[in-house]
């Protein structure tokens, strides 16, 4: 197994730009989440999903979108970067929404 | 909402030297408690977890964490730290039977000298 997979592993975008990030897993998890890690803060919940079709805000989604339309795959969705939003992004999956989350290796944004 | 606070931001230790890393939570409800570690470029992996039952729980590479209810408390500790445990530790707990995420410290940086 893979696990969770994320791509890119970096970008820059310049302000105003959009872009996705992408996320899958092939343990055939319902929960899927998305965090963000800035220095010093630990990881903020931005948004997650439980299950194909289900999505919920998590405490910082304002900048984001998601969608789920498999189990497999829930990208992040940034419409219209700005610096606020450089920082290192973590996509998790769990097979209860209370149990062990298992991340993928990061994706390094960084807005100019 | 519930909050997590770990108390050392940066800790600085010496080969065999003891850990003790202290987290605490604000919830008040049931809770499921974890810690996590990050190792210099990798990502997040799961140290040891805390559901229900016996409330001193091993983990991977040595490590242990005890919960305590009265205090809302559950501190990592280990008893004889390696160079190799240089990393990033997070405290995080989501809410028993709830879906929505874990909620995480801002973690401590250990740095083990050798």
């Known amino acids: 197994n893979a696990g969770v997979t994320q791509t890119p592993k970096f970008r820059i975008l310049k302000i105003g730009q959009s872009m996705t990030l992408q996320c899958a897993q092939d343990?055939?998890?319902?929960?899927m989440y998305w965090y963000r890690q800035d220095p010093g803060m630990g990881l903020k919940l931005i948004y997650y999903?439980?299950?194909?079709?289900?999505?919920d805000k998590g405490e910082v989604p304002n900048g984001y979108n998601v969608s789920r339309s498999t189990t497999e795959d829930f990208p992040l969705r940034l419409e219209l970067a700005a610096p606020s939003q450089t920082s290192v992004y973590f996509c998790?999956?769990?097979?209860?929404?209370?149990?062990?989350?298992?991340f993928g290796p990061g994706t390094r944004l960084t807005v100019t | 909402a519930q909050s997590v606070s770990q108390h050392n931001h940066h800790v600085i230790l010496s080969e065999a030297a003891s850990l003790e890393l202290g987290c605490n939570y604000s919830?008040?409800?049931?809770?499921?408690l974890f810690w996590y570690v990050q190792y210099p470029g990798q990502h997040l992996q799961l140290l040891l977890k805390?559901?229900?039952?016996?409330?001193l729980v091993k983990g991977i590479k040595g490590f242990e964490a005890e919960f305590i209810k009265s205090k809302f408390s559950f501190n990592l500790r280990k008893p004889s730290v390696q160079w190799s445990d240089t990393a990033e530790y997070f405290c995080?707990?989501?809410?028993?039977?709830?879906?929505?995420?874990?909620?995480f410290g801002k973690g401590t940086h250990l740095i083990i000298q050798p």
């Open positions: 998790a999956s769990s097979y209860s929404g209370f149990g062990e989350q298992y």
């Open positions: 343990m055939n998890h319902n929960y």
């Open positions: 999903s439980v299950g194909a079709g289900i999505t």
């Open positions: 919830y008040g409800g049931t809770v499921n």
């Open positions: 805390y559901f229900s039952g016996d409330p």
């Open positions: 995080a707990v989501t809410k028993g039977g709830g879906a929505d995420g874990l909620t």
